[in-house]
C-alpha cells in the first residue's frame, strides 16, 4: 500500500506537448505539494495545497497548472514543455495533526522533454 | 531569505565509522527536516526539529537554534546507508516555505 502515488514514473514527450502527472495519497493528509529536483539535484517548493486550497505558487511559469479535485489528489498539469522543463517531479503531503507535520513523498516522477 | 548551506558536499566513509553532516541556515525557523533521497531516488523524512536532539535506530540529528545549526550524525554506518542526506528549514508549518540545502552524497564502503 503506497502513500503517496504518482504516475507515470517516467515520461519523455516532445517539446510544445501538454502532459499531466496525477499524485494520490491514502494517509488522510490536509496537505500536498510538488515539488521539482532540478539536474544538479535541487529540490525546490513549485506549490503546496491545504484541503484543496492553494496556499503557496512558487515562482512557477503559468505552464504549470496544479488540479486538485479532492484532498487526496494533487495532480500537475505542465502545457508547452519545454527542455528546462526536464526535471524529476516529487509529490508528497502532510498533516498537522496525523503525523506531526512528517513529509510523505511520493517517488517521482522522471520527465524528460526531448 | 533564508539560505540552508550543507557540507560536506560529498563523503565517503568506511563502514563502522561516525558520520556527521553539517547545516546551517541563515535566518530564524520553525523546523528543520533531514531528508534522505535513495540512489534509486526516493525520500523519506528523517527527522524534524525544532530543539534539542531526536534519536532513530542509528541517526541522530541536533539542533542549535542560537547558532543556527544543525548536525545529522550516524553511528556505525553501513553500506545501506549511501544515499543523499538533504537539510530543509521551514518558516511557517509543515512544509510551507521551505528551503532546502543541496545535499550531501554519502558513500559508505564495506
Known amino acids: 500500500d503506497t502513500a503517496v502515488s504518482q504516475t507515470p514514473k517516467y515520461l519523455v514527450t516532445q517539446m510544445g506537448n501538454d502532459k499531466s502527472i496525477k499524485c494520490e495519497q491514502n494517509l488522510g493528509h490536509d496537505t500536498m505539494y510538488w515539488y521539482k529536483q532540478d539536474s544538479k539535484k535541487f529540490l525546490k517548493i513549485m506549490f503546496s495545497y491545504n484541503n484543496k486550497e492553494l496556499i503557496i505558487n512558487e515562482t512557477v511559469p503559468n505552464r504549470f497548472s496544479p488540479k486538485s479535485p479532492d484532498k487526496a489528489h494533487l495532480n500537475l498539469h505542465i502545457n508547452s514543455l519545454e527542455l528546462g522543463d526536464s526535471a524529476v517531479y516529487f509529490c508528497?503531503?502532510?498533516?498537522?495533526?496525523?503525523?506531526?507535520?512528517?513529509?510523505?513523498f511520493g517517488e517521482g516522477s522522471w520527465l524528460t522533454v526531448v | 531569505k533564508n539560505e540552508v548551506e550543507q557540507s560536506p558536499q560529498n563523503l565517503t566513509a568506511q563502514e563502522g565509522e561516525f558520520i556527521t553532516i553539517n547545516c546551517s541556515y541563515s535566518v530564524g525557523i520553525s523546523a528543520l527536516h533531514w531528508l534522505q533521497q535513495h540512489p534509486g531516488g526516493g525520500i523519506v523524512s528523517l527527522f524534524m526539529l525544532s530543539s534539542g536532539k531526536k534519536k532513530h535506530g542509528r541517526l541522530i540529528a541536533t539542533i542549535n537554534i542560537q547558532e543556527k545549526h544543525s548536525s545529522l550524525h550516524i553511528t556505525a554506518s553501513h553500506p545501506r546507508d549511501s544515499a543523499v542526506y538533504i537539510c530543509?528549514?521551514?518558516?511557517?508549518?509543515?512544509?510551507?516555505?521551505?528551503?532546502f540545502g543541496i545535499g550531501t552524497k554519502l558513500q559508505v564502503i564495506p
Open positions: 508528497a503531503s502532510s498533516h498537522e495533526k496525523i503525523s506531526g507535520n512528517t513529509i510523505y
Open positions: 530543509a528549514s521551514s518558516g511557517g508549518g509543515g512544509y510551507q516555505k521551505v528551503t
